[in-house]
Structure formats: structure tokens, C-alpha cells
């Protein structure tokens, strides 16, 4: 409780420190999605100055209730694994398994999932800073472990290509971090590639699996850097 009380007066200081005596304002928010919050803001902020949302992730989906990704083809479902857990997986098909989450305007932003190949040979593909068409920044990886960094608009552009330890039924973590023109790639907590680039500087995210293949996903966190 000590530190609690602590940290809470440190923070006070630091919010008055921000700004001048008599100048600005913090509310709370109950009842709304973090994401209907950022459009009210972005609709408010020509007009009324500065207003940002605190730590709270720009998007969250762990498929435990209302499924709130953009799934069109309904070739997505939510399944229960062996502990009890709602994770998203693809039905397989001669067809690409897409979805897509967030904003178009979208700019720095991480993204991190749980992700597995629950069979043989699999591919997906993680998106970051597409368009509707899905053109864009993606990070194909695959069940062998192969993992590229990859610019599509079309032609796809090879940025940067890396080994990851990859097994079949397992978790993996994966975070890609994407700021002004600076990109990492993370797996399971550790940076594997790192790139530079600013072909594109904004963008929804999204995930997909091509034909033939079966990848589940769960707990999907999008915050602002």
C-alpha cells in the first residue's frame, strides 16, 4: 500500500509538472471500446487542441466474447483448446484466410500475438500498416521457421530474412514494433531482425493464411509507441 501511495503522488507530480498551473484536465471513461475512444479524439482534436488516451491498448481481441476483428469470408472460428482458452483458428481451404483489425491512420504501433501451427506444414503472414487491399508492411513465417520481412504493393519486396525456432503445436509469442521508420521483429521476447524503412507510414493490421494451410491466433494487443 506504501508504494502504491507513493507511485500514485509521483504521478501527480509529473501531470502538474506536464503542463501549467490551470491548464489541462484528465477524465475517465466507463462503458467504451478503447477504439470508439481514439475515433471521438481524432474527430475532437483539430478543434480542441491535444487529447490522447493514456497507456490503454489501441486494440485488444483474446476471442473470449464478441469476436471484433474484420473477418469478411467467415473462413475464421473460434475454437476451445485443451485448457479451456477461445483462440481463433482458420478453416482450411484452397483459399487465403485473412482478417484485419485497427485504423487506416494507424502509424506507430506495436502488435503482438500468440500464435501456432496446430499441423504439418503451415504459412502465415502478419500485417502491419496495409491498406484495405493489403498493401503493405507483413511478416510471413512458417512451420519450417523460416521468417521474412516483407513490403507488397505489388511486387512483394524482400526486406530481411531470419531463422526462428518454430514447433508444430506450440505457442509461439510474436511482436513487431513499428516506429517513424524503424522496424523489429521479436519472437518470444527476443529481437531477431530490425529493419529500416518508410515505404509506408500508416495502416490497419491484420493476419493471414494461405491456401492449404492452419494457424490459430490468440491474445492480440495493439499499443501506441
Not at 487542441?49 to 486494440?59: K, Q, R, T, V
Not at 512451420?143 to 524482400?158: F, Q, V
Not at 530490425?194 to 490497419?204: M, Q
Request: glycine fraction near 8%; charged fraction near 25%.
Amino acid at each position: 500500500l506504501n508504494d502504491a501511495l507513493y507511485l500514485l503522488h509521483e504521478r501527480g507530480k509529473a501531470m502538474q509538472e506536464a503542463v501549467p498551473v490551470g491548464e489541462g484536465s484528465m477524465i475517465a471513461v466507463l462503458g467504451l471500446k478503447t477504439e470508439d475512444i481514439y475515433d471521438l479524439l481524432q474527430s475532437r482534436k483539430e478543434k480542441n487542441g491535444i487529447c490522447e488516451i493514456d497507456n490503454s491498448p489501441l486494440f485488444s481481441e483474446d476471442f473470449e466474447n464478441d469476436v471484433r476483428v474484420n473477418n469478411w469470408l467467415d473462413n475464421w472460428s473460434v475454437r476451445q483448446d485443451s485448457e479451456g482458452n477461445s483462440i481463433y483458428c482458420n478453416e482450411t481451404s484452397s483459399d487465403w484466410a485473412s482478417f484485419t483489425f485497427g485504423r487506416d491512420d494507424w502509424n506507430d504501433y506495436s502488435v503482438s500475438l500468440r500464435m501456432k501451427f496446430p499441423t504439418g506444414y503451415s504459412r502465415a503472414e502478419i500485417y502491419f500498416r496495409i491498406n484495405q487491399q493489403f498493401y503493405g508492411y507483413r511478416l510471413s513465417i512458417d512451420a519450417r521457421g523460416y521468417a521474412e520481412l516483407g513490403y507488397w504493393s505489388p511486387p512483394h519486396i524482400n526486406l530481411g530474412r531470419v531463422l526462428v525456432p518454430v514447433k508444430r503445436d506450440e505457442w509461439m509469442q510474436i511482436q513487431l514494433t513499428f516506429s517513424g521508420n524503424n522496424l523489429k521483429f521479436l519472437f518470444d521476447g527476443e529481437v531477431v531482425d530490425e529493419i529500416n524503412d518508410d515505404k509506408k507510414l500508416n495502416g490497419l493490421g491484420g493476419f493471414g493464411v494461405p491456401p492449404n494451410s492452419e494457424v490459430c491466433v490468440d491474445d492480440i494487443v495493439v499499443n501506441k509507441i
